[in-house]
């Protein structure tokens, strides 16, 4: 069995430790601050499989959340997945199209969307505003789920730990250790670790960690304001994942609220500027405020869509940076010009982590190249556009 470091506690290399650790590999995990200190406590985190092309990506996503499940199965209960329906509508008749024309692709994949009168949203969020939707249809995907991030990758490094994993926490990698060509460890904090493989797992910081072997990822960094409200009174409580041209709002332990806004995130500085806390090891957001007439513009635009919303606060923001890879689709495996660096780095993180993590895993352990990661390896040529659709609704091309 190889000796593995995984570099980063995020949800990806936590995923990936637990899978090497349950099949009995030497695992140590090096994380610059905690676990999940990244982008996985600063973020949406729905399952996102239905904004997902081409084909094959989209099939890759849907895999993983049924392992979602699967895992769940393994760990004792999948407590950080919360299924509910997410409705979506636009507001132009472009915005509407695309949301159409998604649903009508979906439904040949054999993914469940209907179209819904938009009279049916007291049904389906009691609570919000119905002035606040101007569309002749909503579409509504019944088997969404929102994942509890930071616990999810809790439980996959308790599970990694209990199968023999070393975690070891403030630590961070300044520097990789070679023998030929070939990485065969890392330094971190004047310490050496040294392993057969070393997985690039460091989230939106993957591109330095490739940097320090001598290599490149086509990686953006693309910062996000996460909110969070103040708890609900039972009753009011949000049960569904709305999905609105201005707003996205999902539910939150606690009866909380969290929202992302793509029009808000397209006025913060770009490249991650800004959002270098990881450098010290802390959370994003933790200690650089973003600006305080974002902060209240994200809540204002949450109030107008869920009117419960109007009497709560808004309890925290962060500032979150997603791994972007240049065309959207992950980076797995390991490039050519650093040898015995494996790079674990994707958008989506949360909805991908299980099939990311036991597919990387799968080749550490037997060297054998799995067929359904082909189309992601990190020394591909990237394709000239993103293929990646929720990357292109992020960007604003899409609804
Ligand atoms: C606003 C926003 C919304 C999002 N919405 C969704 C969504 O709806 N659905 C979805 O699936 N995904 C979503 N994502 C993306 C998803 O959250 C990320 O893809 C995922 O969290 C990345 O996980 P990771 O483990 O790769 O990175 P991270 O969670 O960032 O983990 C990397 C870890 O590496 C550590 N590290 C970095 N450098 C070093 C070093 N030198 N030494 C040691 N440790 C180091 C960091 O401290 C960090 O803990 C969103 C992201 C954002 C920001």
């Given at each position: 069995m190889p000796r593995v470091l995984v570099l980063g506690a995020g949800v990806l290399g936590a995923s990936v430790a637990q899978q090497l650790a349950a099949a009995g590999a030497d695992v140590t995990v090096i994380e610059a601050g905690g676990p999940a200190a990244g982008t996985s406590s600063a973020t949406f985190s729905i399952d996102v499989t239905h904004l997902k092309t081409p084909y094959a990506y989209y099939e890759l996503n849907r895999r993983s959340a049924e392992l979602h499940l699967e895992l769940g199965a393994e760990l004792g209960g999948a407590d950080w997945r919360h299924p509910v329906p997410l409705v979506q509508w636009g507001h132009t008749e472009q915005e509407q199209q695309i949301i159409r024309d998604r649903a009508e692709r979906l439904r040949g994949w054999g993914h469940a969307c209907a179209s819904a009168d938009p009279a049916e949203l007291v049904r389906l969020a009691p609570g919000a505003d119905p002035d606040a939707c101007r569309a002749d249809e909503l579409v509504v995907h019944e088997h969404a789920s929102w994942y509890d991030a930071p616990l999810f990758t809790r439980r996959l490094l308790d599970r990694a730990a209990m199968d023999g994993a070393d975690i070891r926490y403030g630590l961070r990698v300044t520097g990789v250790l070679r023998s030929g060509d070939r990485v065969t460890g890392v330094r971190a904090e004047g310490r050496r670790f040294e392993a057969d493989w070393v997985v690039n797992c460091a989230g939106p910081d993957a591109g330095r960690i490739a940097q320090l072997a001598g290599g490149a990822l086509p990686l953006n960094r693309v910062p996000g304001l996460v909110g969070e409200s103040t708890r609900l009174p039972e009753g009011q409580r949000l049960g569904a994942i709305l999905a609105t041209p201005g707003v996205d709002l999902r539910p939150a332990p606690d009866g909380r609220v969290v929202s992302i806004s793509w029009p808000v995130d397209a006025l913060l500085p770009t490249d991650g500027a800004g959002t270098e806390d990881t450098d010290q090891g802390g959370a994003p957001g933790e200690r650089r405020r973003p600006d305080p007439a974002l902060e209240r513009e994200l809540h204002r635009l949450g109030r107008a869509v869920y009117a419960p919303l109007r009497t709560a606060e808004m309890a925290g923001v962060r500032l979150g940076v997603r791994?972007?890879?240049?065309?959207?689709?992950?980076?797995?495996?390991?490039?050519?010009?650093?040898?015995?660096?494996?790079?674990?780095?994707?958008?989506?993180?949360?909805?991908?982590?299980?099939?990311?993590?036991?597919?990387?895993?799968r080749e550490l352990i037997t060297s054998r190249p799995a067929p359904e990661l082909a189309a992601y390896r990190p020394d591909r040529t990237p394709a000239s556009g993103v293929l990646d659709e929720s990357v292109q609704v992020m960007s604003g091309a899409g609804a």
């Amino acid at each position: 069995m190889p000796r593995v470091l995984v570099l980063g506690a995020g949800v990806l290399g936590a995923s990936v430790a637990q899978q090497l650790a349950a099949a009995g590999a030497d695992v140590t995990v090096i994380e610059a601050g905690g676990p999940a200190a990244g982008t996985s406590s600063a973020t949406f985190s729905i399952d996102v499989t239905h904004l997902k092309t081409p084909y094959a990506y989209y099939e890759l996503n849907r895999r993983s959340a049924e392992l979602h499940l699967e895992l769940g199965a393994e760990l004792g209960g999948a407590d950080w997945r919360h299924p509910v329906p997410l409705v979506q509508w636009g507001h132009t008749e472009q915005e509407q199209q695309i949301i159409r024309d998604r649903a009508e692709r979906l439904r040949g994949w054999g993914h469940a969307c209907a179209s819904a009168d938009p009279a049916e949203l007291v049904r389906l969020a009691p609570g919000a505003d119905p002035d606040a939707c101007r569309a002749d249809e909503l579409v509504v995907h019944e088997h969404a789920s929102w994942y509890d991030a930071p616990l999810f990758t809790r439980r996959l490094l308790d599970r990694a730990a209990m199968d023999g994993a070393d975690i070891r926490y403030g630590l961070r990698v300044t520097g990789v250790l070679r023998s030929g060509d070939r990485v065969t460890g890392v330094r971190a904090e004047g310490r050496r670790f040294e392993a057969d493989w070393v997985v690039n797992c460091a989230g939106p910081d993957a591109g330095r960690i490739a940097q320090l072997a001598g290599g490149a990822l086509p990686l953006n960094r693309v910062p996000g304001l996460v909110g969070e409200s103040t708890r609900l009174p039972e009753g009011q409580r949000l049960g569904a994942i709305l999905a609105t041209p201005g707003v996205d709002l999902r539910p939150a332990p606690d009866g909380r609220v969290v929202s992302i806004s793509w029009p808000v995130d397209a006025l913060l500085p770009t490249d991650g500027a800004g959002t270098e806390d990881t450098d010290q090891g802390g959370a994003p957001g933790e200690r650089r405020r973003p600006d305080p007439a974002l902060e209240r513009e994200l809540h204002r635009l949450g109030r107008a869509v869920y009117a419960p919303l109007r009497t709560a606060e808004m309890a925290g923001v962060r500032l979150g940076v997603r791994p972007v890879p240049a065309d959207g689709l992950p980076l797995v495996g390991c490039a050519e010009a650093t040898p015995g660096l494996y790079t674990l780095v994707t958008h989506s993180g949360v909805t991908l982590a299980p099939v990311l993590g036991r597919l990387a895993a799968r080749e550490l352990i037997t060297s054998r190249p799995a067929p359904e990661l082909a189309a992601y390896r990190p020394d591909r040529t990237p394709a000239s556009g993103v293929l990646d659709e929720s990357v292109q609704v992020m960007s604003g091309a899409g609804a």
